[in-house]
T-cell receptor, first 117, second 113 residues
Framework: AQSVAQPEDQVNVAEGNPLTVKCTYS??????LFWYVQYPNRGLQFLLK??????LVKGSYGFEAEFNKSQTSFHLKKPSALVSDSALYFC???????????????FGKGTKLSVIP | GAGVSQSPSNKVTEKGKDVELRCDPI?????LYWYRQSLGQGLEFLIY????????KSGLPSDRFSAERTGGSVSTLTIQRTQQEDSAVYLC???????????FGPGTRLTVL
């Protein structure tokens, strides 16, 4: 079974400050990890992914995430937050190991990011 | 190019009625997924199609839910005898292969009165 935890329902950060949105995961084998963002009344937009290779992954809009295997974490980060970054952020995982149900993504419950001007 | 499209964008129905939700994936994407997003919840996987293989229906919550994908392209999610707990946003996603990121449509907001 695979699972994702986003321990914070909401994160508030001042504009210009660095931001972190936390994600931890659990899979049987090796993970594929994803971050998506959802703006109000919109579908999910892909931000970045970790498949293999460098643990630091860079994505869209200046976001990056660091894969930490020992801590089973994949926290989303940005050095300087913008008001326009305010949205709902979802972490997702799937197991690389093929098997029944392995192609589906398992999503966290989402973290609402509010960037305060 | 065009992204994933879904129709209708909003659907209000009465309890007990059947509804059909449509998804038009990105051209050439072989994998198609349906998810459900309820208020305050994350995304719940419903069903997955890949090419001509048998779909993975493991996420369908009851036998009132079914989906088909015609010609490897357009997909329809059908909910029979709708219940109030079916109210949610239904999201469709497609991807070029099983190992790529998924591209999501804008969703259909279903309200069952």
């Amino acid at each position: 079974a695979q699972s994702v935890a986003q321990p914070e329902d909401q994160v508030n950060v001042a504009e210009g400050n660095p931001l972190t949105v936390k994600c931890t995961y659990s899979v049987s084998g090796n993970p594929y990890l994803f971050w998506y963002v959802q703006y109000p009344n919109r579908g999910l937009q892909f931000l970045l992914k970790y498949i293999t290779g460098d643990n630091l992954v860079k994505g869209s809009y200046g976001f990056e995430a660091e894969f930490n295997k020992s801590q089973t974490s994949f926290h989303l980060k940005k050095p300087s937050a913008l008001v326009s970054d305010s949205a709902l952020y979802f972490c997702a995982v799937r197991d690389i190991f093929t098997g029944a149900g392995s192609y589906q993504l398992t999503f966290g419950k989402g973290t609402k990011l509010s960037v305060i001007p | 190019g065009a992204g994933v499209s879904q129709s209708p964008s909003n659907k209000v129905t009465e309890k007990g009625k059947d509804v059909e939700l449509r998804c038009d994936p990105i051209s050439g994407h072989t994998a198609l997924y349906w998810y459900r997003q309820s208020l305050g919840q994350g995304l719940e996987f419903l069903i997955y199609f890949q090419g001509n293989s048998a779909p993975d229906k493991s996420g369908l919550p009851s036998d009132r839910f079914s989906a088909e994908r015609t010609g490897g392209s357009v997909s329809t999610l059908t909910i029979q005898r709708t219940q109030q707990e079916d109210s949610a946003v239904y999201l469709c996603a497609s991807s070029p292969t099983d190992y790529n990121e998924q591209f999501f449509g804008p969703g259909t907001r279903l309200t069952v009165l």
